[in-house]
T-cell receptor
Framework: GAVVSQHPSWVICKSGTSVKIECRSL??????MFWYRQFPKQSLMLMAT?????????EQGVEKDKFLINHASLTLSTLTVTSAHPEDSSFYIC?????????????FGPGTRLTVT | EDQVTQSPEALRLQEGESSSLNCSYT??????LFWYRQDPGKGPEFLFT???AGEEKEKERLKATLTKKESFLHITAPKPEDSATYLC???????????FGTGTRLQVFP
């Protein structure tokens, strides 16, 4: 149980284009999903917290107009990187917290490797 | 400010050589401390949650312990397949956010 998937697993796009990454909780409902970014040999940095049916909460320094987050259902959140630039190249990972859990574990997806050329 | 520090940054062990990884933290009211394992190019895999000082949890060759200032991840008789980066994270009360440490990169040689 507690499986989270991401699609695509890797993507290459040209500078100036937009890319959408999907995050799905496959066997549970998640009221809250999280988006992280991880640079090589560094730890995970939280970008934003998304709650189903409401606007995402972005961390300080993360541009909300550049990283659009939509959490339309209890099993799906999407991250769209708009007008991507090479400095946006990174490993993007989502996580989800079980809706009915009294604990606070976050279960992570496998990640999406974005390369902007 | 909530903060997590992990040590050592890297650890090389011979197969069967037991050791411990450290996670020191400062947090305004601990809701939970989490250990994850991350393999290269993959997302973190959940291992343990600890909620209060004195708590211990075990899974196969891994055992996690918690005090008011730090947590240890003990690895007993490690195998090469235990090679990975081990991440520690804390969650402060009244928040859903996890604050991650930079991880310990473990390599176990046969």
């Amino acid at each position: 149980g507690a499986v989270v998937s991401q699609h695509p697993s890797w993507v290459i796009c040209k500078s100036g284009t937009s890319v959408k990454i999907e995050c799905r909780s496959l066997d549970f409902q998640a009221t809250t999903m999280f988006w992280y970014r991880q640079f090589p040999k560094q730890s995970l940095m939280l970008m934003a917290t998304s709650n189903e049916g409401s606007k995402a909460t972005y961390e300080q320094g993360v541009e909300k107009d550049k990283f659009l987050i939509n959490h339309a259902s209890l099993t799906l959140s999407t991250l769209t990187v708009t007008s991507a630039h090479p400095e946006d190249s990174s490993f993007y990972i989502c996580s989800a917290r079980h809706r009915d859990s009294s604990s606070y574990e976050q279960y992570f997806g496998p990640g999406t490797r974005l390369t902007v050329t | 400010e909530d903060q997590v520090t992990q040590s050592p940054e890297a650890l090389r062990l011979q197969e069967g050589e037991s050791s411990s990884l450290n996670c020191s933290y400062t947090v305004s009211g601990l809701r939970g401390l989490f250990w994850y394992r991350q393999d290269p190019g993959k997302g973190p895999e959940f291992l343990f949650t600890l909620y209060s000082a004195g708590e211990e949890k075990e899974k196969e060759r891994l055992k996690a312990t918690l005090t008011k200032k730090e947590s240890f991840l003990h690895i007993t008789a490690p195998k090469p397949e235990d090679s990975a980066t081990y991440l520690c994270a804390v969650q402060a009360s009244k928040t859903d956010k996890l604050i991650f440490g930079t991880g310990t990169r473990l390599q176990v040689f046969p």
